[in-house]
């Protein structure tokens, strides 16, 4: 089991930046992807970025972004906190939505599908971004 909780959204203006954050707890010792999802409101759930954690040590992770975002994102992980930050910058109020922490453990090399949310078997609360114009 493991266990996913957000914390850092809130209010900001466009062109602003927040900083979200994913703290993950339970069973990672078999390899995790994180990712972060979104969903506006009467609209779908939306890929946000990912990062892959391997079990192998020798084996290099990735990381993926979805096209919306890519250029003003940037998802790292914080190996020594189990946690996932998701850096926002230049924020647009097209980018306004709950944002989702969400986790496939044990890892699976899933290429593309890393994408799609039925692949992530985690998922935390959510948490408010909400950017004004």
């Known amino acids: 089991q493991v266990q996913l909780v957000e914390s850092g959204g809130g209010l900001v203006q466009a062109g602003g930046s927040l900083r979200l954050s994913c703290a993950a707890s339970?069973?990672?010792?078999?390899?995790?992807?994180m990712a972060w999802f979104r969903q506006a409101p009467g609209k779908e759930r939306e890929f946000v970025a990912a990062?892959?954690?391997?079990?192998?040590?020798?084996?290099?992770?990735?990381?993926y972004y979805g096209d919306s975002v890519k250029g003003r994102f940037t998802i790292s992980r914080n190996n020594a906190k189990n946690t996932v930050p998701l850096q926002m910058d230049s924020l647009k109020p097209e980018d306004t939505a709950v944002y989702y922490c969400?986790?496939?453990?044990?890892?699976?090399?899933?290429?593309?599908?890393?994408?799609?949310?039925?692949?992530?078997?985690?998922w935390g609360q959510g948490t408010q971004v909400t950017v004004s114009s």
């Open positions: 969400a986790a496939q453990s044990p890892y699976r090399n899933i290429g593309q599908r890393i994408t799609m949310e039925g692949e992530y078997n985690y």
């Open positions: 339970g069973r990672t010792s078999g390899g995790i992807t």
């Open positions: 990062i892959t954690v391997p079990p192998m040590p020798w084996t290099p992770g990735s990381i």
